[in-house]
């Protein structure tokens, strides 16, 4: 079946990594319920599209999804993590253009307390840091 969109270029992308085996696709909502149990969620780019309350539903979904297993990577832009220092820049320009917010590795972990999740790692990629959070039991 041919699907347009993101959907097919991830499709495309996942196949030429030779991941096929490992991996899929299905087009949907971060709103909505996510398929349950996979190894992994990844938020690249996406939370700090979105100011606390929508961040929380999408993280939210997550965790649901991820339940007991699985881990959620986000990975955005989080300032210094060693000094707690914001992105204030790119937090304003996030603020203006969507309404979202660049946060540091405490805001995030705080975000993510309620729906059940921890800071388990940090690591730097680029000008992003991947921050894997898991369930906080
Ligand atoms: C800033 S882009 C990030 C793109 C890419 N993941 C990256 O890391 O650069 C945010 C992405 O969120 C997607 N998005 C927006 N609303 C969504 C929703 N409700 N469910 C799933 N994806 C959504 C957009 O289509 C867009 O691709």
Redesign the pocket.
């Given at each position: 079946m041919r699907v347009a969109g993101?959907v097919a270029r991830a499709e495309q992308a996942i196949v030429s990594a030779g991941l096929g085996h490992r991996a899929g696709t299905q087009v949907?909502?971060?709103?909505d319920a996510l398929p349950a149990g996979a190894g992994g969620y990844v938020l690249?780019?996406?939370l700090?599209?979105w100011d606390d309350d929508d961040a929380l539903r999408i993280l939210r979904r997550c965790a649901d999804a991820a339940s007991e297993t699985g881990k959620v990577l986000v990975?955005d832009h989080i300032g210094d993590a060693q000094s707690g220092t914001p992105d204030t820049e790119g937090d304003l320009r996030m603020l203006c253009h969507v309404r979202g917010r660049e946060r540091t590795l405490d805001q995030l972990g705080e975000l993510a307390e309620s729906p059940g999740l921890e800071v388990s790692s940090l690591t730097p990629a680029g000008s992003r840091s991947i921050i894997e959070l898991r369930p906080s039991h």
């Open positions: 993101p949907g909502s971060f709103f690249s780019g996406v700090h599209d990975v």
